[in-house]
């Protein structure tokens, strides 16, 4: 049975465990408000560009545009893994890397090379995969500009036939509970399922509506290399929201399960300490009884 002395210490321990969930708590509910700020902002424009694309659409059917053309025969793949850099957010990476492992299961017998975004996939990743890049610590300080390097990187390997298709896994923001796990193909761009997007009502005559400058390659060159990068950021954006709402969620269930600890430990405490007293006060009169007799 534990000692009053043991009870107190466990209490100091799980009372100092508390604070620091408490602190981590609110660090990660200020900065998702600041990253969900920069994602909600980040939407509309990713929406337009999707917009323009599907307006312009038509201009590149029968174009033999790199970015477009299937590959007849993949054997071999590019992965975009999107992880964090820190943990404590609960499932969030390890659902990650068991996606990810998914994935290679289903890709068996072609060659996977990735690019590793976070800490916590870039360890996993040269057990699995050929590493071509890995970047760590890019979160607090989110650019375009780290999304168009990866965007070019991709673009480049995929346009030189060094792999067939790419793939992009993250998870993407829901809700404050909940997050998803996407496995996205970005590349060879798939021109029917962009096609599907385009209301029933309104496919008719788009290719009309523009007259586009410059034309042909040049111009979609220019179109699809900023799709591209702006699914990547907008994925980017969304992951790390996907963090911060998976660790702010994580450290209130430790803050409450250190709460009900404490609970707990002060009840045993109380417990112990009456014990005592009653021993104590039993002794006395034992030893009083012992002195009249």
Known sequence: MATMRDIKRRIKSVGSIKQITRAMKMVAAAKLRRSQER??????YADEVERLLLLTLPHMEGMDHPLLVEHGTVKKIGALVISSDRGLCGGFNSNLVRKFKAFLREK???DVTMIAIGRKIARHAAKHAEVLDSYTGVFDELSYTLAFKVSERLNRRFTDGDIQEVYLIYNQFKSMMTQEMVVKRLLPFDVAHLKSLIPPDDRSDRSERFLVEPEGV??????LSRYLGTMIFRALLESYASELAARMTAMENATQNAEDML????????????????HELSEIVGGAEALKG
């Open 108 to 110: 068996e017998g072609t």
């Open 39 to 44: 994602m909600l902002a980040m939407r509309p």
């Open 263 to 278: 609970r707990n430990l002060n009840l045993s405490f109380n417990k112990a300490r009456q014990a005592a007293i009653t």
């Open 218 to 223: 040049e111009f979609a060159d220019a179109l």
